[in-house]
């Protein structure tokens, strides 16, 4: 079936480094979003990507989606404690099935 | 009110009780989710109902009963948990149209003993 690999699971940085996550998918998809999910939160939709290759920023967070469609990546740069949360990818298969697979999520723990 | 609201916010049962876990968005969409949160594990959908009709039931036990009388409201009825159903129970909407990101509410804690 269809799955939404994501790395790492966990992470744990130094206030100031920078982090990476990345997600893979089995298929083409038609968009990914990506979520945040603080400690005791809920997820909370962060941003979509929907062309190839395309790139965006929020402040210090920067989102990629691959040529193919099929992989992407959330890159934090210099980490802040305001940062701590579970990263999740999600991508909208493409075609009619308008399905949400999720990844696992990357875990993120800041020292200060 | 605005977003995904969801009551209670955390209840705890016994295994021969019967409950309900409540949903409602105020954002106008057209799906509703219901997911299962456990610790350490990925976000498990359970329930999709779009446009008001149940498109989706991921091989979820049968003391889990969805409902869904309007596209504002959506219910979780709970009867004969077991332990391991503890857990956060997340209710999520969309728009059935367009790129399909999803508004989750709070989450209800549910601990069954």
């Known amino acids: 079936g269809q799955q939404v690999m994501q790395i790492p699971q966990y992470q744990h940085v130094q206030e100031g480094e920078d982090f990476t996550t990345y997600c893979n998918s089995s298929t083409t998809l038609s968009n990914i979003q990506w979520y945040k999910q603080r400690p005791g939160g809920h997820p909370v939709f962060l941003i979509q990507?929907?062309?190839s290759g395309e790139v965006k920023k929020q402040k210090r967070l920067t989102f990629q989606f691959g040529e193919a469609k099929k992989n992407s990546s959330l890159h934090i740069t210099a980490t802040q404690t305001t940062d701590v949360g579970t990263y999740f990818c999600a991508g909208l298969l493409a075609g009619n099935n308008r399905k949400l697979i999720w990844g696992l999520g990357t875990s993120l723990a800041v020292n200060p | 009110e605005t977003g995904v609201t969801q009551t209670p916010r955390h209840l705890v049962m016994g295994m021969t009780n019967k409950k309900s876990l409540k949903c409602e968005q105020h954002l106008g969409h057209n799906a509703m989710y219901w997911y299962k949160q456990s610790a350490k594990k990925p976000l498990e959908l359970m329930f999709v109902?779009?446009?008001?009709?149940?498109?989706e039931n991921n091989s979820v036990p049968s003391r889990f009963s969805p409902e869904c009388p309007n596209s504002s409201h959506l219910f979780l009825h709970l009867h004969t948990l077991q332990p391991e159903d503890s857990a956060l129970y997340l209710c999520a909407s969309s728009q059935v149209q367009g790129p399909g990101e999803q508004y989750f509410g709070p989450g209800t804690r549910l601990t069954v003993t």
């Open positions: 109902y779009s446009l008001e009709e149940r498109v």
């Open positions: 990507l929907v062309k």
